[in-house]
């Protein structure tokens, strides 16, 4: 599975920016997929998981209620909502795919995946 994010760039404190993410291969569609981010001198963590149908979504504690995760599986797009973003949401975003199969659930684990390439988002205050 290859996966090409796009969206990211320089946002100011309470903005919203949207991330996407295309993948090709085999079976994207019934994949869970997701978002980690990694800022700088940090470890990369788990923002937002959706299984395959949609149906299991996670968010980790610190994007709940302004993030929003959604797919369109006949694009084979996966989307980032970013809402009311902080300073400390400045770090590289990247899409994953889950490599151990299909309509497996979320959370993502933080080594079984297909990545996508990275992309900056920074948010000044």
């Known amino acids: 599975v290859q996966l090409v994010e796009s969206g990211g760039g320089l946002a100011r404190t309470g903005d919203s920016l949207t991330l996407s993410c295309t993948a090709s291969g085999h079976y994207p569609h019934l994949r869970a997929m997701g978002w980690f981010r990694q800022a700088p001198g940090g470890e990369r963590e788990q923002i937002a998981c959706i299984t395959g149908s949609g149906l299991e979504i996670y968010y980790a504690d610190s994007v709940k209620g302004r993030f929003t995760i959604s797919r369109d599986n006949a694009l084979n797009t996966h989307y980032l909502q970013m809402h009311s973003l902080k300073p400390e949401d400045t770090a590289v975003y990247y899409c994953?795919?889950?490599?151990?199969?299909?309509?497996?659930?979320?959370?993502?684990?933080?080594?079984?995946?297909?990545w996508g390439q990275g992309t900056q988002v920074t948010v000044s205050s």
């Open positions: 994953a795919a889950d490599n151990r199969g299909t309509n497996r659930a979320c959370p993502l684990s933080l080594s079984n995946n297909f």
